[in-house]
């Protein structure tokens, strides 16, 4: 179905990319910040079709061209419920860092805004892609990009932080092409689609499932592959620190809802345990390293880790309710955490400093931007009434209704959170100024309340009027899982004989004992 005059998803896709050419015939800076943050605006004007989208299971604005038939190739767009919004976010996140960047980047400021307008590419094509191919092929134009914002434009230790970055996201991106390469093999097609209604052996998921994992942990980050995003968030300047955490890492958690559910079900359903023992040791890890950071940018990058553990393991509960949860907590974080990365540039242009006993005493002489401040701290630990509390709720409920030992164990994560986003906004609001400085400093700037004013509706809006969110992704959520439960069971591993008997694997492709009796 495509109700859209034009293909939207294509336009959506390429638009920034010819944007960037348009980059090239600009001569002074100012010119070049003015033609991206009007072509970010064109780019949100020609996502109005999208909102055509209706509350039901299957894809939406279907695009399908054939590429290289012999090869079985094609170019295929389309939306559903799990993925309409993350575009939606990543469209509207791009005026966002142009202009949280407008006085941050001084040096090659052109390149630094074709780096931002390659990168909504690749995001919005990662979330549309319908084919394999199509999808990987994003999915990697997004890592070079990346890089070069963090080692161009990064602090001190950008040329580490940079690499790192490079070398975990590209060794995922290894095992994800070894993955898609299997599927057509076994599945003889690239199309998402297609794949996701098929029954593979359990022997073929198990190692496509472990593919998949390794690709998609290290994008999240999931504990233990956690360790770029420090490195790579403190470095990076504020627009880089921004799309990494409000689209980038949906990627990976993205990447479990629309391959591993639904193309190896039955591993999926083998490695839940795992799953969700890793999700709850990076909820409580990425809280108590939160903790003791210092440094503001550091403390909002590793709360990255303990966020997106919720959202993890409300996919690997396999409830409605769950999963409902983890998608309303992606599209959370991008919105909060992105607000406050916004928010930490916005002062280190200020303070020229991210730690936290040189930005204290704020309140006294910024009360607008601790206000905003507040706001997104207290969304990002949940409180009610802010939009973090609905997924988060959502998650904790379903996990208790899983297995109540685990909820038990992610409830001191949310604890976690209130305490280390408390402990940085008390001393940011009222602590003692270390100097007079502050005292100088101007309140928000007109460019900074528009970028903060948006974020900050969104966190109440959807904080007290969830249900048309929940309303959009629960059919496609009770599809996708519909879809699971019926086909976990359809990939079981080879029965046990009983000890002393012998198993005989017949033509047929069954199983017979030594005394003739037949499984199948």
Known sequence: MNPSPYPVLTVLTFWPLAASLLLAFCRKESQVRIVTLIASLIEVVLAY???????????????????????????????????????????????????????????RVKEF??????????????????????????????LIPMYLMIAIWGGDEKRYASLKFFIYTLAGSTVLLVAIVALRVVGGTFSIPELMQMDFSFRFQYWVFLA????????????????????AHVQAPSAGSVILAAVLLKMGTYGFLRFSLPMTPAASEYFAPLMIA??????????????G??????????????????????IFVFSVQGVQGAIFQMLNHGIITGALFMMIGAIYERSHSRDIGKNMGLGKFLPFFMF?????????????????????????????????????IAVPGALLAAAYILKVTLKMAWG???????????????KEWVYLVGPAILVIYLGLAPSGFLNVITPTVSATLTS??????????????PEGTTLIFTEEGGVTSAGGEKNG
């Open 278 to 291: 890793i999700s709850l040791a990076s909820i409580l890890y990425g809280g108590l390293v939160a903790l």
């Open 113 to 142: 805004h074709v780096c931002l307008l390659l990168m909504t590419m690749a995001c919005v094509g990662v979330f549309a892609a319908l084919d394999l191919v199509l999808f990987y092929f994003f999915w990697e134009a997004l």
């Open 372 to 408: 905003f401040w507040g706001l997104f701290g207290f969304a990002s630990f949940g409180f009610p009434g802010t939009n973090g509390f609905i997924g988060e709720f959502l998650v904790l409920a379903a996990a208790f209704k899983f297995k109540t030992l685990v909820g038990i």
């Open 49 to 107: 079709p999208l909102l055509a989208f209706q509350s039901k299971e299957g894809f939406q604005f279907l695009e399908h061209i054939p590429w290289a038939p012999d090869w079985g190739l094609n170019y295929t767009m389309g939306v559903d419920g799990i993925s309409i919004f993350m575009v939606w976010l990543s469209i509207f996140t791009l005026p966002l860092c142009v202009l949280c960047s407008w006085t941050y980047i001084g040096k």
């Open 293 to 314: 950071q210092t440094d503001i940018k550091k403390l909002i990058a590793y709360s990255s880790v303990a966020h997106m553990g919720f959202v993890t393991l409300g």
């Open 212 to 231: 998949f994992f390794l690709a998609f942990a290290i994008k999240v980050p999931m504990f233990p592959f956690h360790t770029w995003l420090p490195a």
């Open 484 to 497: 699971f439960e019926s086909r976990k069971s359809n990939a079981l591993p080879a029965p046990k004989a």
């Open 432 to 446: 003692e100024p270390p100097s007079p400085e502050g005292k100088g400093w101007l309140d928000l700037k007109k």
